[in-house]
DNA sequence: AATTATGTGAGATTCAATATCAATAAGGAA
DNA sequence: TTCCTTATTGATATTGAATCTCACATAATT
C-alpha cells in the first residue's frame, strides 16, 4: 500500500476525532523520512521546517498513530521509543549493530511459525512481538 | 551451576575491581529471590533489610554483574530494566501477559539456530538478542 | 455565526537512571 | 599492624524521555 492512498482524516474521524493540522504534520513526518525515529527527533525537524507544534502534541499524535496501526512502536534498547511506518512492508524485525547503531530490517516467516507454537503452548493468545538481535555489523567486527 | 559455588569475590577481584560489602549484598539479593526485578525493588529490599547503601551503588553494582555475565539485562517494555540471575537456567527468552504482567520463560534451540543464520546472512557477529512475546496469558483472556 | 467539546501549547512534573564530589574503606606495601 | 594509595560509596543534583495540567484555541456541528 503507497503511503499517499492511506487518508489520515478519514482514520482519525472514523475513530471520532478531529483531525488537525498537527496530527497531519507528524503523520507527513513519519513518512517523508528515514524510519526508526524518535519522537524527540520529529518534534525538531517538524519545528525546523517553521511548523508550529508542541513536544506534547507530538507525543499524542504518535500515539493515535501507534493506536490506529500507522505506526508501529519500537524498543532499540536506548532508552527512548522510536517509530516506523509499517504500510508498505511485510513484518520484519532488526538486527542492531551495537557499536555504530545501524540497524537491518530481517524478515523469517519460520520464526514467526514458531513464535505461534509457543504461544499456544503456553496458552497465550500473542498480540505482538520484540525480536532484536544485537551484534557487531560487518564493517565494526 | 548451583548460585553458591560462585565465588562474587574472585571474579570481582579477577577484574581488578574491590571486593564491598555492597557488591556481596546485591549479589545475593539478586539471588534469593524471584528474577526478573528491577534496580529500585533491589535497592529498597536492602533498605529494608538493614543494610546500608545507597541507590547508586546498586545500580553500579548491577552493571558491573551485567558486565560480568552474572546478571542479565531485561527490558520487558515497562520503562524500566529488570535483571535475572543466569547461573542456574539454559537460555531462554520471555512470554509477557500485556494484561496482568505474568512473565513465562520458554526456551527454543529452533529459534536459537535460525538467529545465527540471520546474522550470519547479514555479516552480523550476534552478541545477544532480545526476544519477547506480548499477549494475554491464559487467565487473562 | 454561535456553540461546545476536543485538541493544543507552555511549562511543570514524574520517574528511572546517571553524574558529581567529598568522605570512606579495600587491599597492597612496609 | 599501620600506613598509603586509590577505588568505592553515599547524598544529592542532574539528565532525559515521557506524561500531566489547565487555560486557550479551534474543528465540526447546528
Redesign the pocket.
Known sequence: MKPSTIDLKAII?AEG???????ESVWQELQSSDDHR???DIYFSLRQKGI??????V???I?VLVKNNLVRKLDLGD???RYECKWDAAHHDHLICTECGKIVEFMNDQVEGIQSDIAREYGFSLSYHIHQLFGLCEDCR
Open positions: 474521524r476525532l478531529r483531525y488537525t493540522n498537527q496530527r524518535d519522537a524527540e508550529n507544534i508542541s513536544r506534547a502534541t507525543y499524542r499524535t500515539e532508552g527512548k521509543n
